[in-house]
Protein backbone atom coordinates (compact mmCIF):
# COMPACT_ATOMS: atom_id res chain seq x y z
CA UNK A 1 0.00 0.00 0.00
CA UNK A 2 2.67 2.24 0.74
CA UNK A 3 4.64 1.57 -2.21
CA UNK A 4 1.48 2.38 -4.25
CA UNK A 5 1.17 5.88 -2.62
CA UNK A 6 4.76 6.59 -3.07
CA UNK A 7 4.51 5.53 -6.83
CA UNK A 8 1.45 7.68 -7.26
CA UNK A 9 3.00 10.75 -5.77
CA UNK A 10 5.97 10.19 -8.35
CA UNK A 11 3.56 10.06 -11.30
CA UNK A 12 2.20 13.23 -10.13
CA UNK A 13 4.90 15.56 -9.99
CA UNK A 14 5.96 14.17 -12.85
CA UNK A 15 3.01 15.02 -14.68
CA UNK A 16 3.38 18.44 -12.90
CA UNK A 17 7.28 19.01 -14.87
CA UNK A 18 5.82 17.32 -17.87
CA UNK A 19 2.92 20.13 -17.73
CA UNK A 20 4.84 23.08 -16.70
CA UNK A 21 7.49 22.40 -19.40
CA UNK A 22 4.54 22.29 -22.24
CA UNK A 23 5.24 24.82 -24.99
CA UNK A 24 1.69 25.66 -25.76
CA UNK A 25 1.71 26.65 -21.61
CA UNK A 26 4.42 29.10 -21.99
CA UNK A 27 2.14 30.67 -25.23
CA UNK A 28 -0.68 30.86 -23.04
CA UNK A 29 1.40 32.55 -20.25
CA UNK A 30 2.93 35.24 -22.72
CA UNK A 31 -0.07 36.09 -23.66
CA UNK A 32 -2.04 36.94 -20.68
CA UNK A 33 0.88 39.09 -20.00
CA UNK A 34 0.71 40.49 -23.32
CA UNK A 35 -3.18 41.36 -23.26
CA UNK A 36 -2.35 42.62 -19.45
CA UNK A 37 0.32 44.81 -20.86
CA UNK A 38 -1.46 46.25 -23.39
CA UNK A 39 -4.61 46.77 -21.29
CA UNK A 40 -2.57 49.07 -19.01
CA UNK A 41 -1.24 51.23 -21.92
CA UNK A 42 -4.57 51.74 -22.72
CA UNK A 43 -5.70 52.36 -19.67
CA UNK A 44 -3.46 55.35 -19.36
CA UNK A 45 -3.41 56.63 -22.86
CA UNK A 46 -7.52 56.69 -22.21
CA UNK A 47 -6.71 58.92 -18.80
CA UNK A 48 -4.52 61.17 -20.91
CA UNK A 49 -6.80 61.69 -23.69
CA UNK A 50 -9.33 62.36 -20.84
CA UNK A 51 -7.36 64.83 -19.09
CA UNK A 52 -6.62 66.71 -22.83
CA UNK A 53 -10.27 66.34 -23.43
CA UNK A 54 -11.14 67.92 -20.06
CA UNK A 55 -8.18 70.71 -20.23
CA UNK A 56 -8.91 71.22 -23.86
CA UNK A 57 -13.43 72.04 -23.07
CA UNK A 58 -12.43 73.95 -20.38
CA UNK A 59 -10.26 76.45 -22.58
CA UNK A 60 -12.64 76.76 -25.55
CA UNK A 61 -15.30 77.71 -22.57
CA UNK A 62 -13.03 80.48 -21.58
CA UNK A 63 -11.67 81.36 -25.42
CA UNK A 64 -13.90 81.88 -28.52
CA UNK A 65 -11.87 80.22 -31.83
CA UNK A 66 -10.99 83.11 -33.98
CA UNK A 67 -13.03 82.05 -36.90
CA UNK A 68 -16.23 82.00 -35.31
CA UNK A 69 -15.43 85.49 -33.67
CA UNK A 70 -14.82 87.40 -37.65
CA UNK A 71 -18.53 88.48 -37.69
CA UNK A 72 -18.55 90.23 -34.30
CA UNK A 73 -15.22 91.96 -34.73
CA UNK A 74 -16.63 93.14 -37.60
CA UNK A 75 -19.66 94.52 -36.59
CA UNK A 76 -17.88 96.17 -33.91
CA UNK A 77 -15.62 97.78 -36.21
CA UNK A 78 -18.32 99.15 -38.13
CA UNK A 79 -20.23 100.25 -35.34
CA UNK A 80 -17.04 101.92 -34.44
CA UNK A 81 -16.51 103.57 -37.84
CA UNK A 82 -19.89 104.78 -37.49
CA UNK A 83 -19.63 106.79 -34.69
CA UNK A 84 -16.14 107.92 -34.48
CA UNK A 85 -15.13 105.49 -31.76
CA UNK A 86 -11.95 104.45 -31.33
CA UNK A 87 -11.28 100.62 -30.63
CA UNK A 88 -7.61 98.62 -30.29
CA UNK A 89 -7.02 95.26 -31.21
CA UNK A 90 -3.93 93.29 -29.41
CA UNK A 91 -1.97 89.70 -30.78
CA UNK A 92 -0.81 88.22 -27.90
CA UNK A 93 1.68 85.07 -28.30
CA UNK A 94 3.66 82.60 -26.62
CA UNK A 95 7.08 83.67 -26.93
CA UNK A 96 8.43 80.02 -27.50
CA UNK A 97 11.84 80.72 -27.26
CA UNK A 98 12.02 82.40 -24.33
CA UNK A 99 10.11 79.84 -22.68
CA UNK A 100 12.00 76.98 -24.05
CA UNK A 101 13.78 76.10 -20.72
CA UNK A 102 10.63 76.47 -18.49
CA UNK A 103 8.87 74.23 -20.64
CA UNK A 104 11.39 71.26 -20.97
CA UNK A 105 10.20 70.01 -17.46
CA UNK A 106 5.95 70.34 -17.87
CA UNK A 107 6.12 67.26 -20.53
CA UNK A 108 8.56 65.14 -18.06
CA UNK A 109 6.12 65.64 -15.55
CA UNK A 110 2.71 64.82 -17.43
CA UNK A 111 4.83 62.17 -19.43
CA UNK A 112 2.93 63.71 -22.34
CA UNK A 113 4.34 66.86 -24.64
CA UNK A 114 0.36 67.40 -26.24
CA UNK A 115 -1.01 67.28 -22.82
CA UNK A 116 1.66 69.31 -21.50
CA UNK A 117 0.76 72.12 -24.44
CA UNK A 118 -2.96 71.82 -23.49
CA UNK A 119 -2.23 72.51 -20.00
CA UNK A 120 -0.16 75.77 -20.74
CA UNK A 121 -2.68 76.72 -22.88
CA UNK A 122 -5.92 76.39 -20.41
CA UNK A 123 -3.61 78.18 -17.52
CA UNK A 124 -3.03 81.15 -20.21
CA UNK A 125 -6.43 81.04 -21.55
CA UNK A 126 -8.33 81.06 -18.40
CA UNK A 127 -5.71 84.51 -17.22
CA UNK A 128 -6.94 86.21 -20.37
CA UNK A 129 -10.72 85.86 -19.57
CA UNK A 130 -10.68 86.60 -16.13
CA UNK A 131 -8.77 89.82 -16.65
CA UNK A 132 -9.87 91.17 -19.09
CA UNK A 133 -12.68 93.81 -19.68
CA UNK A 134 -16.24 92.09 -20.03
CA UNK A 135 -16.76 93.72 -23.48
CA UNK A 136 -13.14 92.54 -24.62
CA UNK A 137 -13.46 89.65 -27.31
CA UNK A 138 -10.63 87.53 -26.37
CA UNK A 139 -10.44 85.19 -29.38
CA UNK A 140 -7.44 82.37 -29.84
CA UNK A 141 -6.49 81.64 -33.68
CA UNK A 142 -5.07 78.25 -34.09
CA UNK A 143 -4.14 78.37 -37.39
CA UNK A 144 -1.28 80.99 -36.41
CA UNK A 145 -1.00 80.42 -32.65
CA UNK A 146 -1.56 83.39 -31.16
CA UNK A 147 -4.29 85.08 -29.42
CA UNK A 148 -6.59 87.99 -31.20
CA UNK A 149 -8.44 90.59 -28.56
CA UNK A 150 -10.51 93.37 -29.94
CA UNK A 151 -11.00 96.41 -27.39
CA UNK A 152 -14.06 98.44 -28.00
CA UNK A 153 -13.24 101.90 -27.56
CA UNK A 154 -10.11 101.70 -25.89
CA UNK A 155 -7.30 103.82 -27.08
CA UNK A 156 -3.80 102.83 -28.16
CA UNK A 157 -2.11 103.97 -24.59
CA UNK A 158 -4.50 102.58 -22.51
CA UNK A 159 -4.81 99.12 -24.32
CA UNK A 160 -0.80 98.56 -24.14
CA UNK A 161 -0.90 99.40 -20.22
CA UNK A 162 -3.25 96.97 -20.25
CA UNK A 163 -1.75 94.39 -21.90
CA UNK A 164 1.40 95.17 -20.19
CA UNK A 165 -0.25 94.41 -16.85
CA UNK A 166 -1.69 91.08 -18.08
CA UNK A 167 1.76 90.00 -19.53
CA UNK A 168 3.08 90.79 -16.27
CA UNK A 169 0.72 88.73 -14.68
CA UNK A 170 0.99 85.53 -16.85
CA UNK A 171 4.65 85.55 -16.42
CA UNK A 172 4.32 85.45 -12.02
CA UNK A 173 1.70 83.11 -12.28
CA UNK A 174 2.45 80.37 -14.92
CA UNK A 175 6.06 81.87 -16.18
CA UNK A 176 5.35 81.91 -19.49
CA UNK A 177 6.46 84.86 -21.00
CA UNK A 178 4.28 86.73 -23.97
CA UNK A 179 4.82 89.09 -26.27
CA UNK A 180 1.47 91.64 -27.72
CA UNK A 181 1.35 94.19 -29.94
CA UNK A 182 -0.97 96.77 -30.68
CA UNK A 183 -2.96 98.46 -33.39
CA UNK A 184 -5.43 101.45 -32.88
CA UNK A 185 -8.60 101.25 -35.46
CA UNK A 186 -8.78 103.65 -37.24
CA UNK A 187 -5.19 105.21 -37.42
CA UNK A 188 -3.66 101.47 -37.62
CA UNK A 189 -6.16 100.41 -40.25
CA UNK A 190 -9.40 100.64 -41.50
CA UNK A 191 -10.28 97.19 -41.76
CA UNK A 192 -9.88 93.77 -39.93
CA UNK A 193 -6.55 92.10 -41.34
CA UNK A 194 -4.84 95.32 -41.44
CA UNK A 195 -5.11 95.60 -37.80
CA UNK A 196 -3.87 91.83 -37.22
CA UNK A 197 -1.10 92.78 -39.64
CA UNK A 198 -0.11 96.01 -38.13
CA UNK A 199 -0.14 94.39 -34.27
CA UNK A 200 1.31 91.17 -35.59
CA UNK A 201 4.35 93.21 -36.52
CA UNK A 202 4.58 95.02 -33.59
CA UNK A 203 4.66 92.15 -31.64
CA UNK A 204 7.58 91.12 -33.67
CA UNK A 205 9.34 94.25 -33.06
CA UNK A 206 8.89 93.93 -29.86
CA UNK A 207 10.85 90.56 -29.98
CA UNK A 208 13.21 92.23 -31.83
CA UNK A 209 13.96 94.77 -30.03
CA UNK A 210 14.11 93.18 -26.45
CA UNK A 211 16.22 89.71 -27.28
CA UNK A 212 16.15 87.48 -24.29
CA UNK A 213 19.27 88.27 -22.22
CA UNK A 214 22.63 86.53 -21.01
CA UNK A 215 23.43 86.09 -17.23
CA UNK A 216 27.17 86.42 -17.38
CA UNK A 217 27.39 84.14 -14.80
CA UNK A 218 25.86 81.14 -16.43
CA UNK A 219 27.10 82.12 -19.47
CA UNK A 220 31.27 80.50 -18.42
CA UNK A 221 29.32 77.58 -17.94
CA UNK A 222 27.30 76.71 -20.96
CA UNK A 223 24.19 78.26 -19.59
CA UNK A 224 22.29 81.07 -20.49
CA UNK A 225 18.98 82.65 -18.63
CA UNK A 226 16.38 84.48 -20.00
CA UNK A 227 14.65 87.42 -18.49
CA UNK A 228 10.59 88.10 -18.82
CA UNK A 229 10.09 91.01 -21.78
CA UNK A 230 7.92 92.96 -19.49
CA UNK A 231 10.98 94.26 -17.98
CA UNK A 232 10.93 96.46 -21.14
CA UNK A 233 7.47 97.62 -20.05
CA UNK A 234 8.23 98.60 -16.35
Not at 24 to 35: D, G, K
Not at 102 to 127: E, F, H, N
Not at 191 to 207: G, N, Y
Request: net charge positive; charged share 20%; with cysteine.
Amino acid sequence: MRHSIELLQTARQSAGNDFILEPWLLVIILACLTSFLLGLLWQRHRNGARTAKSLQAGWHRAILPYGKSLTRMIAELERARRYHRTLTLTVLVVDYEVNKPKRRGLPTVLGDAGLASQLLLSLVSSLLRENMRSSDLVTYNATDDRYIILSPESSLASAEQAVARLQRLISNRTKITMRFGVAEFPADGLILPDLVARAHARSQRKAAEHPPQIDAAKTNQGVQRTEPLVSSLK
